[in-house]
């Protein structure tokens, strides 16, 4: 996985001093407190916080005004025509005022809100911030023969919205380098199995624009109306962040022939047919907040197995809610129901290498969003849900539920069994 902490600053040390893209004022990174859960200790609170997407930081010409990127997302040709003058010329700013951008935190629970209203004006900010461990690197969460455990409340998420809690194979230390002096600490490194294109790649300036790849676990993509958990595995080696460089590779078209399963295989109850299972009043009532209990099974049920099948429980009300039984008798994800459900799956590795990464550690993301281009139907409309196809569009929600919010609380992860109870 990621170069450490330790080799970084040997590496630093190795070189002659250069100029780095350089850290300008200091980050507040808001504490975010988790819980590491055993059979033999309980649950231990972890001195986490939580660091937002580096793309949402203010990284400027050292002292200047101008921004290093334009405002279409591109690099500023001046400043940043390769990656080393890139890093010579800007300086990226911490932030300090989180609640700005749309999230806030209170002990252990987090709240991220789409829109930020200021003197009148209603701006869209989603947010996308990831769980950053004592030492200033991600927290890299190793779940296999583990579980992953949190409390959400979904009731002011309408169509059209998604809430995400999810996993992604960055580099630990957000690639951390002497271009990146920031790293983690400044959220760089991001990257999912859509191979998206960005400014930056690993902190650094993306020259060439590439994609940026990796395995993604979706844990929980959500609104009121329609939720979702979704493996999506990559076949290139070695894990981490993966640069495609062609067609080939990042598949632009999205026909799911490049290096990451873009589709997944996934698991809502309602497309799966169980259209009584989740929603406003139903078996898993998303009127009020629920806890979201996610299983990474092992063939030997050893944390070094191969991830055979990744269970779903809920709790409400004291009560344990097992997964919705869709398919014939299918109530969790394996590869015999992907085998039904999804064409590519297996030749992207199946679960066997979704766990790998699952094994590696991945790092916790979780975001807000909407979503202009399709309302978010693949979520929560047609055959995946019951929104129709014009109540989800970001102008429907911004002027219906301008506050709209998901709230996370109490993420722990640990022993299968032991991060959960009933009454
Ligand atoms: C969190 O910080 C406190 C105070 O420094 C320390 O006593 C405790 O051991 C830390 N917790 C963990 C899990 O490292
Ligand atoms: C793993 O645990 C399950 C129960 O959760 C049990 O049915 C199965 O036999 C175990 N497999 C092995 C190889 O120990
Ligand atoms: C879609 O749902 C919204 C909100 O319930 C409603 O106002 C609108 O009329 C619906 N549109 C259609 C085409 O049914």
């Known amino acids: 996985m ?37 059979h033999a200790k309980g649950c231990v609170k972890q001195n986490t916080s939580i660091v937002i997407d580096a793309g949402t930081h203010w990284i400027h010409e050292i002292d200047g005004e101008t921004s290093c990127t334009t405002s279409d997302g591109q690099l500023d040709p001046d400043l940043c025509p390769d990656k080393e003058t890139c890093a010579a010329n800007c300086v990226i700013d911490g932030i300090t005022d989180y609640a700005s951008h749309g999230v806030e935190t209170d002990g252990g629970r987090l709240t991220l809100t789409q829109y930020v209203e200021e003197d009148g004006t209603l701006t869209s900010v989603s947010p996308r911030v990831y769980l950053v461990a004592e030492n200033e690197d991600y927290e890299a969460l190793q779940l296999l023969n583990q579980e992953l455990t949190f409390d959400v409340d979904v009731s002011n998420l309408p169509c059209g919205m998604n809430g995400a809690l999810y996993l992604s194979e960055m580099l630990a230390d957000g690639g951390r380098s002497d271009l990146n002096p920031a790293g983690s600490a400044y959220g760089t490194g991001y990257c999912d199995a859509q191979c998206y294109v960005s400014a930056w790649v690993n902190g650094e300036a993306n020259v060439d624009s590439n994609g940026l790849c990796c395995n993604e676990m979706d844990i929980w993509e959500a609104n009121s109306r329609a939720a979702g958990f979704t493996p999506h595995p990559c076949t290139y080696e070695g894990g981490g962040l993966y640069e495609c460089t062609s ?40 009127t009020k907040p629920f806890t979201v209990v996610t299983q990474f099974l092992t063939t030997d049920n050893t944390t070094t197995g191969a991830l055979r099948e990744i269970r779903r429980l809920y709790v409400q009300d004291g009560q344990v809610i097992q997964n919705a039984v869709v398919q014939g008798g299918a109530n969790s994800i394996t590869d015999e129901l992907c085998a039904t459900t999804s064409n590519w799956f297996d030749g992207f590795g199946g679960l066997e290498g979704m766990g790998t990464a699952v094994g590696n550690g991945m790092v916790l993301a979780m975001s807000i969003w909407n979503d202009a281009a399709g309302n978010m139907q693949w ?8 929104c129709n196809a014009t109540e989800g569009a970001p102008s429907y929600i911004e002027e219906h539920t301008p506050d709209t919010a998901v709230t996370f609380s109490n993420i722990r992860w640990g022993d299968i069994g032991a991060t959960f109870k009933s009454l």
Do not use: M
């Open 247 to 286: 067609d080939e590779e990042c598949d632009p078209s999205g026909e799911n022939t490049g290096v990451c399963d873009k589709w997944g295989c996934g698991f809502n109850p309602y497309a799966l047919g169980a259209h009584d299972y989740y929603g406003l009043d139903l078996v898993v009532d998303t």
């Open 2 to 38: 990621g170069r450490t902490l330790a080799a970084a600053a040997a590496l630093a040390a190795a070189l002659p001093l250069i100029s780095a893209q350089q850290i300008g004022t200091p980050e507040s990174r808001p504490p975010l407190d988790t819980w590491k859960c055993t």
């Open 379 to 386: 979520l929560d409309g047609g055959d995946a849900g019951p």
